[in-house]
């Protein structure tokens, strides 16, 4: 049976000290960290490691956290990444401009190596139930998106027949080549046209229903 893996841990700060600090605070509750020192070097850390968090430092040379941040959210493998950013900036600015770059999370340095790990955990765990909810919208759409293209087909092929049904049982009722030896084939051919008529109604409806859900749906509105 194999071991579940343990969270990894991406640590971008510019700050070797800092880098250690964060380590030394996760490792012993089983988080395995990599470091990265500078922006440039997170970004493609991240992209090729996909952690499971990134603990980001705001203030860095080059480039500062919050376009590194920016720049994770772009990225298809990494968008969803939860980002906890780290910085001596306790002012109410940074803090909003932290969470409009896409951070998850913000603490102020110096940090608390007792609580971090639970800060941590406590990310991961309200991430992985976001995850859970996006991918559940996501199939639900596909699923709906099959839903509505399979009635669209389906609709298609059936309105094909239906009007040579009622093409052909006009021709009947109407004796449009002949009159016909018994007045029941006109009742029967009747019947048959009525039917078909309403059935090709119900079809255009749902046909209509696949149209309205998939946002093609155009209304005829007359003045």
Known sequence: ?????????????????????????????????EEAEDGNVGIAKCAALVPDLVVLDVMMPARDGFSVCLEIRQKSKIETTPVLMMTALDDLKSIQRAYESGATNFQTKPINPQLLPYHIKYILRSSSFEKDILRAQRLAEEASAAKSQFLANMSHELRTPLNAVLGFSEVIFRQMLGELGNAKYLEYAQDIHSSAAHLLNIVNDILDVSKIESGEFKPNVEL
């Open 1 to 33: 049976m194999s071991r579940e893996r343990s969270p990894l841990i991406l640590v971008v700060d510019d700050d070797p000290l800092q880098r250690t600090l964060v380590r030394a605070a996760l490792e012993p509750f089983g988080f395995d960290c």
